[in-house]
């Protein structure tokens, strides 16, 4: 953790504008689709050398959570076993760590390419929509701030 103090002393992490928090979604989101432990670990490094908002990158990684993992990565297996044409694996039997084991050759490939497919999808998504509304809202308040100044000034 020593290591790490020195990076999260840096205010690059903590700022909170329009490209600080665009990267922290493209991180963030980014992150939550790979399939392996430690998402939140490879956000905060990568959130160190983009120079991206650290706490936000780790909410955004929270999407694939507890409730929502499973689902999220069976569409992304589902979704690379369909792009390299092949047989998804049957689950109608029992799922165990004994049944994964076995699968787990089948498995991987489809997980990582569907998961790359989304996780590359999902974080472009949210870096530009994270930024267009960000812009829109502060063109919106400049218009309100020019419309109450033109106001006073009559």
């Known amino acids: 953790m020593r290591l790490l103090s020195r990076w999260l002393h840096k205010a690059d992490v903590w700022h909170f504008n329009r490209r600080y928090v665009s ?8 992150c939550a689709f790979i399939p392996l432990p430690m998402q939140m670990v ?3 490094i990568a959130c160190i050398f983009v120079r991206a908002n650290l706490p936000l990158s780790i909410v955004f990684v ?3 959570n507890p409730l929502t993992i499973a689902p999220i990565f069976y569409a992304c297996y589902r979704l690379g076993a369909f792009i390299l044409d092949i047989q ?9 760590w004994e049944w994964f084991q076995a699968q787990f050759h089948q498995i991987v490939e489809p997980l990582f390419l569907g998961s790359f497919i989304v996780g590359t ?5 949210g870096y530009t929509v994270i930024d267009l ?3 829109r809202h502060t063109v919106k308040r400049w218009h309100n701030r020019k419309k109450r100044s033109a ?3 009559k």
């Not at 990267?23 to 980014?30: D, N, V």
């Not at 998804?88 to 029992?94: C, G, K």
């Not at 999808?121 to 998504?125: G, V």
């Open 42 to 44: 490879i956000a905060g």
């Open 151 to 153: 106001k006073t000034s």
């Open 133 to 135: 509304l960000w812009r």
């Open 121 to 125: 999808f999902a974080s472009a998504l």
């Open 23 to 30: 990267r922290a979604a493209l991180i963030g989101l980014f």
């Open 88 to 96: 998804a694996v049957d689950y109608s039997s029992q799922i165990n």
């Open 62 to 64: 929270w999407i694939t």
